[in-house]
């Protein structure tokens, strides 16, 4: 399965309605507050670092996530609206499109949080590489520069 990533700008990609949708009837309502956010003109993802990109096999897509600066910590960015349709799980796409947004961090940040709203969400960013934190909001965080590799051996 090919998982293809694009940035998200201008508009949010027609099929977001359906996205909502399946995160409501999973009891999510991050999707929402992004359409809700979005057609107000409240988070367009487009300050310094901020970012927003759709996961997708072939044409559907099959998942949304973004980054945005984080307000509780300076020079930080946090992971947001991050959902992936329950049919597409388990099948790569939620790290693929983590990654994605994590390697866009690098020129930014060297820090990325996220909350991870449920046990299974926080397995998932534990298996990319977040660590469990104790912040006020912030569940998990990522140290972008402790994974950047130096170019050089390592001094014995």
Same mark, same amino acid.
């Given at each position: 399965m090919t998982v293809g990533i694009r940035m998200i700008r201008d !508009? %949010?990609?027609? *099929?977001?309605?359906?996205? $909502?949708?399946?995160?409501?009837?999973? #009891?999510?309502?991050?999707?929402? !507050? %992004?359409?809700? *956010?979005?057609?107000?003109? $409240?988070?367009?993802?487009?300050?310094? #670092?901020?970012?927003?990109?759709?996961a997708y096999i072939g044409e559907a897509l099959a998942g949304i996530g973004g980054l945005t600066i984080e307000p509780a910590l300076s020079g930080a960015l946090r992971m947001r609206r991050f959902y992936i349709r329950p049919e597409m799980r388990r099948h790569g796409i939620g790290r693929v499109l983590a990654l994605a947004l994590l390697n866009h961090a690098r020129d930014f940040c060297s820090i990325v949080t996220v909350h991870a709203g449920n046990a299974d969400a926080a397995k998932f960013w534990e298996a990319v590489g977040f660590q469990l934190c104790e912040w006020d909001g912030v569940t998990h965080r990522f140290e972008i520069l402790s994974r950047i590799p130096s170019g050089r051996p390592h001094d014995a």
């Open positions: !508009r %949010l990609p027609r *099929e977001i309605a359906d996205l $909502d949708s399946e995160a409501q009837q999973e #009891g999510h309502f991050h999707i929402t !507050r %992004l359409i809700e *956010e979005w057609s107000a003109g $409240d988070l367009r993802f487009e300050r310094d #670092g901020e970012r927003l990109l759709g």
